[in-house]
């Protein structure tokens, strides 16, 4: 073989892949060591996050990462525990990312910190203080979040500068507020984009503290298929979109799968709507939603994990670079 041909099979070798200036970089000495997690403060900063970086991390190769965004009055470390994106079984090769709030809330949320930086510059921010450190697959970085952790997921997508960083979202029982006229966020205008914004949305139909229908109180959030329209529409579906299928997928306790296909991308939006579930994230040996809320949660566990959907999901999308 010529040099040239060499030269050429290692170019479509890196096609897709993005790399940071992370690589080739021996992992900071006071971060976590592969296969482990720890909990850090973004240089310059007074805030935190907790980061987890998978046993078989290689300095050399782009690796994917997973933000997982807590709820209302939730930590870093519940959420951690809670998602389990640390959890080889569920993310055995990608960077796990746990972003604490200012003071408990994530933007949207009327009770939020919008002061700045907000959280949207400092999820822009540490998404690039990890790019510098660690070698990261730009073209694979992915937003989830529950509660009022999944609509701050939303807000990001929303974002023309952030958002554009994110390959695809999911959120677990979002609680989901007209971002209109709340400071320092504004209407949805995510960048345009050949790749469109692939959204996931998991919800039970007992939800009391994000109601799958909105609420009009004090703090009225919308209800989940306004946003989930929502997106549909941005992604290409038309001013009034309609589901692509509808399906059953478990019959005891009622699940249905719901998808819309836009502009040539099937299943670009996705929704399960979870029968005889409250404001939890789905797992089929219950978490910490199941044991501190069994008003919401009443079945102790469910019949499938979320984080293994949302795995699934993530893996058909990543970025053009």
């Keep these: 073989m010529n040099l040239t ?14 790399k940071t200036p992370g690589c080739g970089k021996n992992i900071p000495s006071r971060w976590p060591s592969a296969g482990s997690s720890a909990s850090l403060n973004l240089p310059g900063t007074d805030r935190q996050y907790r980061l987890y970086i998978p046993a078989n991390y290689d300095k050399n190769t782009p690796t994917a990462v997973y933000f997982s ?34 003071n408990g809330y994530w933007l949207s949320n009327p009770n939020a910190d919008t002061s700045r930086p907000n959280d949207l510059d400092f999820t822009n921010d540490l998404l690039s203080h990890i790019e510098e450190k660690l070698c990261i697959d730009q073209s694979r970085i992915y937003s989830a979040g529950k509660s009022n952790g999944g ?32 400071d320092g966020i504004g209407p949805c205008e995510p960048a345009e984009r050949a790749e469109g914004y692939p959204f ?16 009009t109180k004090s703090n009225p959030k919308l209800p989940v298929i306004d946003m989930l329209q929502g997106w549909a529409t941005r992604n290409g579906c038309g001013d009034q979109p309609q589901w692509a299928s509808n399906e059953t997928i478990y019959t005891n306790p009622l699940v249905k799968h719901v998808s819309w296909d836009c502009n040539g991308k099937d299943g670009i939006v996705q929704h399960y709507r979870e029968g005889e579930n409250g404001h939890c994230w789905p797992s089929t040996i219950g978490n910490s939603d199941y044991v501190k809320h069994p008003d919401q949660c009443p079945l102790g566990k469910y019949v499938y994990n979320a984080t293994e959907y949302i795995f699934d999901f993530f893996e058909k999308y990543q970025l053009d670079q």
């Design 200 to 215: 996931l949305e998991f919800h039970g139909t007992t939800d009391t503290t994000a109601p799958m229908d909105g609420n």
């Design 69 to 102: 965004f807590h709820g209302a009055s939730g930590t870093m470390k519940k959420q951690e525990a809670l998602s389990q994106f640390s959890n080889s079984l569920f993310n055995p090769n990608g960077i796990a990312v746990y972003p604490d709030s200012k």
């Design 151 to 182: 609509g701050f997921t939303s807000v990001i997508a929303c974002n023309a500068t952030v958002g554009s960083r994110f390959a695809a979202f999911a959120s677990v029982s979002g609680a989901y507020y007209d971002t209109d006229e709340v």
């Design 5 to 18: 041909f060499l030269l050429s099979l290692a170019a479509l070798a890196t096609v897709g892949t993005a």
